[in-house]
Nanobody
Framework: VQLQASGGGLVQAGDSLRLSCAAS????????IGWFRQAPGKEREFVAA???????KYKESVNGRFTVSRDNAKKTVYLQMNSLNVEDTAVYYC????????????????????WGQGTLVTVSS
């Protein structure tokens, strides 16, 4: 499966953005989709993920501000980001984890086989 992330941009602290991860070339519903981010000079980190059955996990610092959802008919996963702050500045990547329907959502990037190209989110103070 191929993934393409989009929706990044430059916003001010407190603003919102919605990222999209569009899939092609595979059976989208067979994958859990995760969002990861990498800030300058830092390691890539887990942000949020949604499983095949809709189970969701969030990084603690984004819980309550970010919402992940999926539309299997459109082969797209969304990451709605509200109340953005400067610490959210990073390149955001979506990735696909081929799992069984009842598998728990995983937060480790090593389990995600397919990755999109990333979209830059810059939050100014």
């Amino acid at each position: 499966v191929q993934l393409q992330a989009s929706g990044g941009g430059l916003v001010q602290a407190g603003d919102s953005l919605r990222l999209s991860c569009a899939a092609s070339g595979g059976q989208f519903s067979r994958y859990a989709i995760g969002w990861f981010r990498q800030a300058p000079g830092k390691e890539r980190e887990f942000v949020a993920a949604i499983g095949r059955s809709g189970t969701i996990k969030y990084k603690e610092s984004v819980n309550g501000r970010f919402t992940v959802s999926r539309d299997n008919a459109k082969k797209t996963v969304y990451l709605q980001m509200n109340s953005l702050n400067v610490e959210d500045t990073a390149v955001y990547y979506c990735a696909a984890d081929n799992v069984i329907l009842t598998a728990p959502v995983r937060t480790e990037s090593r389990y995600y086989e397919f990755w999109g190209q990333g979209t830059l989110v810059t939050v100014s103070s």
